[in-house]
């Protein structure tokens, strides 16, 4: 499949009770936040700008901030407004179980507590495209579950912090191969500048401008990307990369070599589409 993750293991678990050293989780707490302002900015650097924007003015949702549960039938009666018409919803999107993902997904469950903020996107609808992209920076120290969990927050919270509901990619695959829900595939997401309506974004851990793909996350990538595209019956041609949308290095010359071959006919990817 995509790899496996045991969800109830903690690597940073300790057989200790005595407390922690308050000097040294306020220097983890700020190397953590360096972290996420600079992810942002070496991702900028090396060419995977991505966006919330839309081809028309989004929905705006009811106001999540006052502690209300995001998908409680009772916010979900207030008015959503298209522009400057209301519209009330028949019903809220009900979160999508770990058995409804598509097959050998790794649930955002796992990695993350936090929800997206509806009120700063829209429902993705029918999935005509599917845009793949590289997060731009090293996968090197990405050689742990825990590690990896690490860097899909710290995207989120950089993500957030730029006001997008959530971390921008649909699914993420590490130099495992293994595949990671990111923002829920119901939801518009936040990976190319203005056409992210109906495009699922599909993110490889690692800088391909300088990195080489690993085998497993080729095989993971080409293996769910047709995967994808054969549940939503988006044809290959519609299965793009960052850069053929838009002005930038994403996902990186190394990994689109490889989907450029990959994509045509006889390769591994337009084989399993």
Not at 155 to 174: E, K
Not at 208 to 223: H, R
Request: proline share 8%; aromatic share 6%; net charge positive.
């Amino acid at each position: 499949m995509f790899g496996s993750v045991n969800p109830h293991s903690d690597p940073g678990s300790s057989s200790s009770h005595q407390s922690p050293d308050p000097d040294l989780v306020a220097a983890q707490r700020r190397r953590f936040l360096m972290g996420i302002v600079g992810i942002g900015a070496a991702a900028l650097m090396a060419g995977c700008e991505t966006g919330q924007s839309a081809l028309m003015p989004g929905p705006r949702y009811p106001d999540m901030d006052d502690g209300e549960d995001t998908f409680s039938p009772d916010v979900w009666k207030k008015p959503v407004y298209v522009g400057n018409t209301p519209i009330t919803p028949k019903a809220a999107p009900p979160p999508v179980p770990a058995s409804a993902l598509p097959q050998g997904v790794i649930s955002r469950s796992t990695w993350t507590r936090a929800v997206p903020i509806l009120s700063r996107t829209g429902p993705m609808g029918r999935v005509t495209r599917i845009t793949i992209h590289h997060d731009a920076l090293s996968s090197a120290g990405l050689t742990t579950q825990a590690a990896v969990m690490a860097r899909l927050e710290q995207h989120r919270a950089n993500h957030v912090r730029a006001q997008w509901a959530d971390i921008g990619y649909h699914y993420i695959v590490d130099p495992s191969g293994r595949i990671w829900e990111g923002r829920p595939a119901y939801l518009t997401g936040a990976h190319v500048k203005d056409q992210n309506e109906n495009n699922i974004g599909v993110m490889c851990l690692g800088n391909f401008e300088v990195q080489s793909p690993t085998a497993a996350q080729l095989a993971s990538l080409d293996q769910f990307v047709g995967q994808l595209a054969r549940n939503h019956r988006v044809p290959i041609g519609r299965v793009y990369t960052h850069k053929e949308l838009g002005k930038t290095l994403c996902p990186g010359r190394n990994l689109q070599r490889y989907i450029a071959q990959s994509r045509g006919k006889g390769g591994r990817m337009f084989a399993l589409a």
